[in-house]
């Protein structure tokens, strides 16, 4: 949320005389843990949110987790559905390399006559 929340302050408000060092100030605040900045803002600003959505934000990571693992699924099917093929295709071009072909020199012998 910092990051959206940086890139919207950055296009709008950048041309603000010291808004790199109030950004600057402000991540030094959430990071320095004497300042417990991070703990601060959670508290006041986002706990309250994630208590009143806790159900939908669950149930959002869940229909994720499900889609991510029918995505998963249906990327090992691909993936070795073309490794085969790719294998397939080389035992193929072998195959086909090694079979033993009569040098043009060599006459075959006629047993019959």
């Known amino acids: 949320m910092l990051t959206v929340f940086e890139r919207l302050g950055d296009a709008c408000i950048s041309w603000l005389p010291f808004y790199g060092e109030a950004k600057l100030a402000f991540f030094v605040y ?15 600003f986002f706990r309250p949110y994630m208590m009143k959505h806790e159900e939908e934000i669950d149930h959002r990571i869940w229909e994720l987790r499900v889609k991510f693992g029918d995505i998963a699924i249906l990327f090992w099917q691909k993936a070795l559905n073309y490794s085969q093929r790719g294998f397939n295709d080389i035992l193929q071009y072998v195959y086909s390399q090694s079979k033993l072909k009569p040098h043009p020199d060599q006459v075959p012998i006629d047993k019959g006559n």
Do not use: E, H, Q
Request: no cysteine; hydrophobic share 25%.
């Open 30 to 44: 959430l990071w320095y843990p004497k300042t417990k900045g991070t703990a601060n803002v959670y508290g006041s």
